[in-house]
DNA sequence: TTGGGATATCGGGATTTTCCGATATAACTT
DNA sequence: AAGTTATATCGGAAAATCCCGATATCCCAA
């Protein structure tokens, strides 16, 4: 679990926009675009405005940094959060930092 | 409360040092360098190796993000953790983000 | 097996961050 | 008033980040 790795990837308007969207897919995405093993990068990317390379990128970081699990299906690899690693991370700033 | 901005501040391993050591002064600082409001510039930047100038960036950029506050007194300028904001923090990660 | 759709990777210009040395400011001392 | 000490601010070189367009890869369908 690398700290600054960790910061470094919530240091970003858009990534921590996508991790709130992650949270309550249901309520951001349509159901035809996501599963149990998350939402696909287009409707994120879409929604989001940004381009296709730029979100990928910015999924791989989250990824990177333990904050999302990826799951590829097809040609669709979906993201979904891995809460552990918030709760985990929520208890290091409420006692070790 | 900007998260951006605090997450830039945790985004780095000198500043996230700081913060430890503010912790527990009593264990990294010598008594003749802390007091109730903190523990001094010149202290942190002896012991960091880093030099004066980036110290006292780092301590005002930790200062801006809310998570240390600076005590003047004379010509030291004490610096100790806001913990209220640490507290806060936790809970934002373990519910909001 | 070829074409198309979804995602990942590459190369890069613009901006930001890192950390420094030099200089400024502010407070104390004599 | 002049010198000293502690801290803050300025200017900048090097590295990292942001976000893009172009291209590569991977998978499915016809």
Chains 1, 2 share one sequence.
Not at 36 to 46: L, M, N
Not at 60 to 80: M, S
Request: charged residues 25%; hydrophobic residues 35%; glycine residues 6%.
């Amino acid at each position: 679990m690398d700290q600054v790795e960790i910061f470094k990837a919530l240091s970003n308007k858009s990534r921590l926009e996508i991790l709130n969207w992650l949270k309550n897919p249901e309520l951001h995405f349509s159901a035809e675009h996501q599963n149990c093993a998350g939402v696909c990068v287009g409707s994120i990317q879409e929604k989001s405005g940004l381009t296709q390379s730029t979100i990928s990128e910015y999924l791989t970081i989250l990824k990177r940094a333990g904050l999302i699990e990826a799951t590829r299906t097809g040609q669709w690899t979906y993201y979904k959060r891995n809460e552990e690693a918030f709760a985990a991370l929520s208890k290091l700033i409420g006692s070790e930092i």
